[in-house]
């Protein structure tokens, strides 16, 4: 890590793929990934990250590329998570439109993403992939993916059902995976980005950190709803359907919790959809904070502030800068 003209520098397989000043990315948020907030961090030398299906449809997601384009002139990327539905989103159509908009990066998650993958190789566009498991993160390196993000069980959003902790998953992942990998879930500063660095990771994926700062395209309670909360107050909802998702307690989703104990084996995705479905808008933007369950990670303990994304990641960078100088020093003793 070098220093210039104030600035700190961190070289990695990361940095170095996506063309970026730090190695840190900004995960795929539902309702959170607009351009605002993907410009706010690719301006302050991370990787914003469009969500895709916030937007839904291709013409739309083309609109937001272009937003974020007259926003800033650093690289950014888009999230495109493979759901298991009925009425499935245009994927070939979103990726159409991912090419034309020149990104370069795409944070893949959900199912296998092996059927888009040629299309984006062909346009010289890097593939990341969320992964919760070490098989998984195999899975995706045999496939072709460039790189992966390694979600532990601390995340928020779906941490899978192995319920593996980072302090395990990322040595673990560090061990088998050739591809470099990011760490995500639980993170928040520069201890946190060391931490990754020493278990073999590149760089690290951050989502509900980003959540809470100026830029953030979110109603202001959900921000102080995160600096309130502590690292005890997220739930996991969904577990009977191996569905799970870590969200922050709220009267809903004790309301959710009831049902499933009520419903136990016999539980089913109707008994819950008032609780989960459709409320992100109300949430996010409306500022409703009892209107159901939404993706919050165990990090809220570690959050207390709402800075804007250039202080954030500057901080970050300092924090990890001294926390390396002092382990230099504790080597040398």
């Not at 989703?253 to 409320?279: H, M, P, S, T």
Request: proline residues 5%.
């Amino acid at each position: 890590m070098t220093r210039s003209t104030g600035e700190t520098n961190m070289k990695t397989a990361i940095t170095e793929m996506f063309g970026i000043q730090h190695p840190i990315i900004q995960g795929g948020m539902h309702f959170v990934g607009f351009a605002e907030m993907a410009a706010a961090v690719s301006n302050a030398g991370g990787l914003g990250i469009i969500t895709g299906l916030t937007q839904g449809t291709p013409e739309k997601l083309a609109n937001e590329i272009a937003r974020c384009k007259d926003m800033t002139d650093k690289p950014f990327g888009v999230n495109l998570t493979f759901l298991p539905t009925v009425n499935a989103p245009d994927y070939p159509g979103l990726v159409r439109v991912i090419i034309e908009g020149g990104v370069k990066v795409v944070e893949t998650a959900g199912n296998n993403p092996v059927q888009v993958l040629p299309y984006f190789k062909d346009a010289g566009v890097k593939v990341i992939h969320k992964c919760t498991s070490v098989r998984h993160a195999l899975k995706a390196q045999s496939i072709g993916c460039d790189a992966v993000s390694v979600d532990g069980f601390e995340c928020g959003g779906h941490p899978g059902e192995d319920d593996v902790p980072n302090f395990i998953l990322l040595p673990r992942a560090a061990d088998e995976l050739e591809i470099p990998f990011v760490s995500s879930g639980g993170m928040a500063d520069g201890r946190s980005l060391v931490a990754s660095l020493a278990m073999g990771a590149q760089g690290m994926n951050m989502g509900t950190r980003f959540i809470a700062t100026k830029e953030a395209p979110v109603h202001e309670n959900v921000k102080k709803a995160i600096v309130a909360a502590s690292e005890l107050d997220t739930r996991l909802v969904m577990r009977p359907l191996r569905n799970t998702e870590r969200v922050m307690t709220n009267d809903a989703v004790e309301e959710l919790l009831r049902i499933e104990k009520e419903k136990g084996a016999d539980l089913k995705f109707e008994d819950i959809i008032e609780q989960v479905a459709g409320v992100y808008p109300r949430i996010m933007m409306e500022g409703d904070m009892d209107a159901g369950a939404w993706s919050c990670g165990m990090v809220a303990g570690l959050i207390n502030d709402i800075p804007t994304c250039k202080e954030l990641i500057d901080r970050i960078m300092q924090e990890a800068e001294d926390i390396l100088a002092r382990m230099n020093v504790m080597a040398k003793a």
